[in-house]
Nanobody, 116 residues
Framework: QAHLVESGGGLVQPGGSLRLSCTASESIFRRSIMAWYRQASGNQRELVAQIGSGGTTNYAEFVKGRFTISRDNAKNTMYLQMNSLKPEDTAVYYC??????????WGQGTQVTVSS
């Protein structure tokens, strides 16, 4: 059973920064495309960014130029550096490990609140 542990959420003022982390079991992490999703209250969960095992990245338009996804394969950890945060970035952020369509794992989520 995969176990994804997220950390780094919290309350930040508009324009501020946060870094999220997601650590997975080695057996899952090395085989996975890793991704961050978010879900704001009343909205559907949406893709924020994803990173392949080789480091290829993909970003949602609404975070391009502000967020950076990265992974440290030696630590089985993925990161999301979030800069220039806006109130509309407020959401629960989820870590996903995608091995195959039948083998997808989620973290428990971490709350990010952007407010003055």
């Amino acid at each position: 059973q995969a176990h994804l542990v997220e950390s780094g959420g919290g309350l930040v003022q508009p324009g501020g920064s946060l870094r999220l982390s997601c650590t997975a079991s080695e057996s899952i992490f090395r085989r996975s495309i890793m991704a961050w999703y978010r879900q704001a209250s009343g909205n559907q969960r949406e893709l924020v960014a994803q990173i392949g095992s080789g480091g290829t990245t993909n970003y949602a338009e609404f975070v391009k130029g502000r967020f950076t996804i990265s992974r440290d394969n030696a630590k089985n950890t993925m990161y999301l550096q979030m800069n220039s945060l806006k109130p509309e970035d407020t959401a629960v952020y989820y870590c996903q490990a995608f091995v195959a369509t039948w083998d997808v794992h989620w973290g428990q989520g971490t709350q990010v609140t952007v407010s003055s």
